[in-house]
């Protein structure tokens, strides 16, 4: 197993009121395995991997329960511990790509930061690396792309860039946040392909949240559902599909199926 997810409770704190967001949430991930988290837009998912990558402000939110990597409890180590765990071991790809840049430095600049800060490499093969890593996402003109700023590129863009950036760093768990919504149709089967490409290559264990069944039928081993920051239901991805059992997952199925349909309507 290499996380552990034990009790992880939230609370929003507003001045005297306090909000709670996350209930009692557990879950592992197995080693080499993609665990899955469903739910809809507000159901928790994003506060749950924010909870685990430190990435909350402790003025605003308390945080209960124990996440283990591996042997540490990755909710107590200190900041620095923490840095250069999520740097490298554990990397998360987020929604909004924009976010994830500064605007005020070229692509190169800050994939190269990247890369020598959390590789042991030369900046010429830094450079060489950023290459390739745009490639395999099949951007084209990667060195002409390099040069640019984050606002000279479109979300889906920046989004592949990232994406390629966190598969060249081989981190041991990828934690991935709905990372295929700013990008189109044909080029979300490219990026699947690379994230179970990178999976069987490098034996990554990741955590792949979305409210696309669909996405999580190609690349997902296990699921939990997720509705108003609990876990309401969880199994394999066969299970879930087939057999669901709570009326909120069998709810999310028959709007996935009703979606489906209709879309062949329209194109046939
Ligand atoms: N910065 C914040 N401060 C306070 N509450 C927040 C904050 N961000 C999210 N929440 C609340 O936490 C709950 C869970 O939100 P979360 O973003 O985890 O949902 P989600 O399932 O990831 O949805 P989405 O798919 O839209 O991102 C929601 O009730 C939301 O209002």
Redesign the pocket.
């Known amino acids: 197993m290499i996380l552990n997810v034990k009790n992880l409770n939230l609370h929003?704190k507003?001045g005297k009121e306090i909000?709670p967001?996350l209930h009692d949430i557990s879950f592992n991930v197995k080693k080499n395995s993609c665990l899955g988290i469903l739910?809809?837009?507000?159901?928790?998912?994003?506060?749950?991997c924010?909870s685990l990558m430190g990435l909350l402000d402790k003025k605003?939110f308390n945080i209960g329960g124990e996440v283990y990597f591996k042997d540490e409890d990755i909710l107590r180590l200190d900041e620095n511990e923490g840095r250069r765990l999520r740097g490298k071991a554990i990397c998360m790809i987020l929604?909004n790509p924009m976010t994830a840049f500064n605007p005020l430095y070229t692509i190169e600049n800050q994939v190269i930061e990247t890369f020598l800060e959390h590789l042991d490499i030369t900046k010429i093969k830094a450079k060489e690396l950023a290459v390739i890593a745009l490639e395999k996402m099949n951007l084209k003109n990667p060195t002409e792309i390099l040069n640019k700023y984050p606002h000279e590129l479109s979300g889906g863009m920046l989004q592949r860039i990232m994406i390629g950036i966190t598969i060249a760093l081989e981190p041991e768990l990828i934690i991935a946040?709905?990372p295929t919504t700013a990008i189109d149709c044909l080029n979300q089967i490219e990026v699947i392909k690379e994230f179970k490409e990178l999976r069987k290559k490098l034996k990554t264990s990741m955590i792949f949240?979305t409210?696309d069944l669909g996405v999580l039928a190609q690349i997902a081993d296990e699921v939990v559902v997720?509705d108003k920051?609990r876990i309401i239901e969880e199994g394999t991805i066969n299970k879930i599909i087939n057999e669901p059992k709570h009326e909120h997952t069998k709810y999310l199925i028959n709007t996935r199926l009703k979606l489906i349909k209709k879309f062949q309507e329209v194109v046939s």
Request: glycine residues 18%.
């Open positions: 929003h507003d909000k967001i739910g809809e837009s507000g159901s928790g998912k994003s506060m749950t924010k605003s929604q946040d709905e949240i409210h997720m920051g």
